[in-house]
């Protein structure tokens, strides 16, 4: 699907970084390509300061969902008001998540990192949502504290906590 036939895709503004970004994005999930690469030419050089030839966004899908990725140049750079959440079936899907994501990035609490290119991320185990929405008010509370001191996930120590061992 073209992406236009998207009605809303994420934009993500990198200083040149956005190909490499895209490529390892793709790596990193399944069902994953880079769909198109368009280049700065020769018109616009006084505004974007761009040589004729560069990259200027990379359209790419993950699992379904179109991005783009944009060298706009070095005025902004991602901060943690904006993330993507990955829900995950098993502690092996979690892992796999944080581990290839936070190579070269940074981990942070409760499901969060950073990938090497600095935009933020949430690992979150769909085991936790449902916990989360449980009507027992004290089980909630017992995941709730459990999960605030974790970096990365660990379901079986969400489980404990939930079950009240």
């Known amino acids: 699907?073209?992406?236009?036939?998207?009605?809303?895709?994420?934009c993500l503004w990198f200083d040149?970084?956005?190909e490499d970004a895209a490529r390892f994005y793709v790596s990193?999930?399944?069902?994953?390509?880079?769909?198109?690469?368009?280049?700065?030419?020769?018109?616009?050089?006084?505004?974007?300061g761009k040589k004729a030839g560069e990259v200027m966004t990379v359209e790419f899908e993950l699992e379904g969902q179109k991005f783009v990725a944009l060298n706009g140049g070095?005025?902004?750079?991602?901060?943690?008001?904006?993330?993507?959440?990955?829900?995950?079936?098993s502690?092996?899907?979690v892992d796999a998540f944080w581990r290839k994501l936070s190579?070269?990035?940074?981990?942070?609490?409760?499901?969060?990192l950073k990938d090497r290119f600095g935009l933020s991320w949430q690992v979150v185990p769909v085991v936790l949502l449902k916990m989360l929405s449980d009507s027992?008010?004290?089980?909630?509370?017992?995941?709730?504290?459990?999960?605030?001191q974790m970096k990365k996930f660990d379901i079986a120590g969400l489980?404990?906590?939930f079950e009240g061992r």
């Open 136 to 148: 027992d008010a004290q089980k909630v509370a017992r995941v709730t504290k459990a999960f605030m």
């Open 1 to 10: 699907m073209p992406l236009g036939k998207q009605k809303i895709a994420p």
């Open 28 to 48: 990193v999930f399944d069902n994953s390509k880079i769909l198109a690469v368009t280049r700065y030419g020769a018109e616009g050089f006084e505004i974007h």
């Open 16 to 18: 040149t970084q956005a």
């Open 74 to 89: 070095p005025q902004f750079k991602f901060d943690e008001a904006i993330s993507f959440q990955i829900f995950c079936e």
């Open 91 to 93: 502690q092996e899907e």
């Open 103 to 112: 190579d070269g990035g940074e981990e942070g609490p409760c499901g969060w």
């Open 159 to 161: 489980e404990r906590a």
